[in-house]
């Protein structure tokens, strides 16, 4: 049995050294900037924000090319690898169309699985695949282990703003009545991201009482497997929110990843946005 690596896109946003801790080969989406379209391999979170600040419009992003999936896969199958790459929901981000196409050349050498969820909610499962793969798993156990955990994964999160996600294109598709909702009553959607599809769960007046909903929220989904919290620039409650799911999990806050999102979810989601990621037991 051949062994088995992980790839993903940088959508999945987990940090640098779990990355090159559990072999995981991340394939970076890109950036735009007006014209401008940079490789978000090369492009840091304070550098991201100074170039979005001196924009006239919020930045968006683009999947990789199928033949950057390709020439990853063929350098790892070459290698004596079989590969399971997961990517960003398909209903949202062209990133499993790209690697599908890719990896249509090498059967069932390279298996593509769309998470349904985005950044750590991507991430945390990304996580999981890449410890069954130094496990010893086959690429079809680390397959079916990863399709069980879309079903059970969440990521509820907060918005400052829906400006960057409606220009983004999102909002239109999804959820097109929230926008108008929320500048109207002037508060701020609080969202969730599940199996690939975004509900409404509330709005809210403060960061508090999002908070306050989110934990109501992940205690209905007790009990948890992995928790984590996502921030972006200018959010202040990532620690708060982390704790809440340490007591809501029984574990100690030093468990969750707290992680400030890269340019793959900033683009879309703004400053001050806040996310709690879960994996349900």
């Known amino acids: 049995m051949n062994s088995v690596r992980i790839v993903a ?3 999945c946003d987990l940090p640098a050294s779990l990355v090159e801790q559990f072999q995981i080969t991340v394939v970076p989406v890109f950036v735009r900037f007006g014209q401008e379209m940079i490789s978000s391999a090369e492009l840091t979170n304070e550098e991201f924000w100074r170039r979005a600040a001196d924009g006239a419009e919020p930045p968006g992003t683009s999947s990789p090319a199928p033949g950057t999936f390709y020439g990853v896969f063929q350098k790892l199958v070459a290698a004596g690898h079989d590969v399971v790459c997961l990517t960003l929901p398909g209903k949202h981000s062209g990133t499993y ?15 593509v699985v769309d998470t349904g969820s985005f950044s750590l909610g991507m991430g945390l ?8 793969a130094l496990a010893g798993r086959s690429a079809e156990l680390v397959q079916r282990t990863v399709e069980g955990l ?7 999160f907060i918005l400052d703003t829906l400006e960057w996600v409606r220009r983004g294109g999102r909002l239109d598709r999804v959820l097109p009545l929230i926008d108008r909702v929320a500048r109207t009553l002037r508060v701020r959607p609080v969202l969730e991201m599940s199996n690939g599809e975004f509900r409404l769960v509330t709005l809210a007046r403060s960061t508090h009482s999002a908070l306050q909903k989110i934990e109501e929220e992940v205690r209905s989904r007790l009990p948890i497997e992995s928790f984590a919290a996502v921030y972006t620039r200018g959010c202040e409650a990532a620690a708060d929110m982390a704790e809440r799911l340490a007591r809501l999990a029984n574990r100690p806050a030093s468990e969750a990843l707290v992680i400030e999102a890269g340019a793959a979810f900033a683009a879309h989601a703004g400053p001050k946005a806040l996310g709690a990621v879960i994996i349900r037991g």
């Open 97 to 111: 169309n790209a690697a599908w196409l890719a990896a249509e050349d090498f059967g069932e050498r390279v298996r």
């Open 125 to 132: 499962q990304v996580w999981v695949a890449a410890r069954e």
């Open 9 to 11: 896109d940088s959508g």
């Open 150 to 156: 879309r079903e059970r994964t969440s990521i509820i």
